[in-house]
DNA sequence: GCCAACGTTGGC
DNA sequence: GCCAACGTTGGC
């Protein structure tokens, strides 16, 4: 089991919207990056992810889990591009805001901090454990 | 709305 | 294959 994690704009893809699909897997479209095309690659059926609202809200909202592995991205005009369905399985309790991430040095590590750019991110079970501690949700 | 960080493109 | 220019992301 390995852990994720997924960032999107609210306003382009919302963790409501998410919700809303009632744990139906829906397609994670819209990676054109090679890295976060590579950890989608690596993910296998089940492994979970937080949902990173960015831009607006800064925080984990919710627990997703990976329901199709990759394939091609129909949104894309080169099969380079693939994505992988995820569902929806809670929200977090309380989100944890990324000031809190970083202002937590067991955290200091996590790509979110480190590499803040990347919308698709591999979370160690540490940081999995200390983020879902933080947010009131028992992994 | 600004700007730093980063990824990609394209000329050489 | 290098690297400057450019575009995009995302926090502030």
Known sequence: ????????????????????AGGNPTE???????????NMRAMRLGDLGFFYHSN???????????????????T?????????DIRAVAAMPTPVALSAIKANP??????LVANSRLSVQPV?????????????YAS
């Open 1 to 20: 089991m390995r852990y994720w994690l997924f960032k999107s704009e609210p306003s382009a893809w919302s963790w409501d919207q998410m919700k809303a």
């Open 28 to 38: 994670w479209t819209g990676v054109r990056n090679y890295l976060a095309r590579n």
């Open 56 to 74: 607006e809200g800064l925080a984990v909202v919710g627990i997703v889990e990976v329901a199709a592995l990759a394939h091609a991205d129909s």
């Open 76 to 84: 894309a005009d080169n099969p380079t591009w693939e994505c992988v």
């Open 106 to 111: 067991k955290l200091a590590a996590m790509a």
């Open 124 to 136: 160690t079970q540490a940081e999995w454990a200390e983020v879902c501690a933080m947010g009131g």
